[in-house]
Every structure is written in C-alpha cells, then in structure tokens.
C-alpha cells in the first residue's frame, strides 16, 4: 500500500542510466520527486500513500550524448489501500455502470468476467448493488479489501447475495497467492447463491477465515462461476 514496482523496456539496449519523476496526476514535469535509476530499468519507490494515483515520468539518458535525455514514458499507478481491522461495503457511493473500473479498496483480478456496481430499486440497501457475471471458464474474481486479522478467530465475512436467473449461482469465496494473476485463486469455501422472489429478497451468507485462510494471506476474494 506504500510502494510501487516499476519496470519498464529500455529504448536503447546499451543504456544503464534513467529518470524517475513522480506525482500526482497531471504534475509538471520538474516539480515531482525524482530519482536516479542505473543498472537495470526497473526500480522500486517506496513511501507513498495508500488507495492514492501516481503519475510517473521515465526518462533515459542518451548512451551516447551524456547528461542528456531522450523522449520519456509515462504512466499512472494507484497504490493499494492500507489494511483495516473490519469493513464494510453497500455501493451507494459509488458511480454505476460497466465503464466504471474504479471500486476504491475493491479491484477486479484477471480479463474474464463481468464485475460493477449498478443501481435498482430491488437493491438490499438503496440504490445500489455489485453485479458480478462468470462462468467455469470465464469466472469474474473480485479482490476484497486487505485486512489486519483474518486469522486471528474474532472476525467473519457477510454478505448478501441473489441469483439473477432460476438456475442459481455459485459462489466461491478464496484468495489468490498473486493479486494480479487470477489463475492463482485458492478456493476455501464456496456458496450455491439461490434465486429469490421477488427480487428485493437477498439471502445472508457468511464464512470464518480463522484456520482456512493461511496466515499471511489478508485479501479474501469472490469468484462468480
């Protein structure tokens, strides 16, 4: 939640020396942070805030014209969010639709699968709800909020859920041992989600982390299949 992993391709295979500037989105060139990166163009920079976007300028020293530099690259990176004790979650505050990707603390993990928060007048808590669409082969795996106690035996996840269609739904809830590689998904417990009529009717579930989450692992997961 307070460091970033940067790598990037050399623009010339000979080169050892670049730039890293830094800063909120949109910062002028010249008045974020810098630091100097040589040896290989990767680097890690480390005291930024949590659940906070980057901006990060890249620029390469020329191999041969010293002290002078070619074209950059840039790129914006948000940093995780900083673990909590508990949380909680309704999607009321959050802008609806599938274009908006951005969930706060929430993130969605791999390319397959259909994941939002959308608004209904059946939602459990007005206006909003989280869809989630997957499959067996495209499941849709959603990252939960990292916390500082899933081992610890004094806390459980809860939620609410309905199947959309009469054939139901299941639900797996796991973590990933790779927060950007879905296929590394461990499933723990798992959830046939019933469809429920009338549709503002959300069935409770819920799942003790205490001795099936292995110690180190903060971040539970959904994934719809």
Not at 8 to 27: H, R
Not at 45 to 50: A, E, N, R, T
Not at 67 to 81: D, K, N
Not at 191 to 201: C, E, G, K, M
Request: proline content about 8%.
């Amino acid at each position: 939640s307070s460091s970033v992993d940067l790598d990037w391709t050399a623009g010339d295979a000979a080169a050892t020396s670049w730039e890293v500037e830094y800063g909120a989105p949109g910062f002028t060139p010249g008045s974020g942070t810098t630091m100097i990166v040589t040896g290989t163009p990767a680097t890690t920079i480390s005291g930024l805030s949590p659940n906070t976007t980057y901006q990060f300028l890249i620029i390469e020293e020329c191999v041969n014209s010293p002290g002078t530099f070619s074209p950059s690259i840039q790129t914006q990176v948000t940093t995780l969010c900083a673990p909590v004790a508990t949380w909680t979650e309704n999607w009321d505050s959050h802008p609806t639709g599938s274009s908006n990707t951005s969930w706060g603390c929430f993130g969605k993990i791999g390319s397959t699968g259909f994941m939002y928060p959308t608004s209904s007048s059946f939602a459990p808590s007005s206006p909003n709800y989280f869809y989630m669409s997957g499959n067996t082969t495209s499941p849709a795996t959603l990252l939960l909020p990292e916390v500082t106690n899933s081992g610890a035996g004094t806390h459980r996840l809860e939620f609410s859920a309905r199947a959309g269609s009469t054939l139901g739904c299941l639900v797996a809830v796991g973590y990933v041992t790779d927060i950007n590689d879905a296929s590394t998904f461990v499933p723990v417990d798992s959830f046939t989600v019933a469809y429920t009529t009338p549709s503002s009717v959300y069935n409770p579930y819920f799942i003790d982390a205490a001795g099936i989450v292995p110690m180190g692992r903060q971040s539970l997961s959904f994934r719809a299949e």
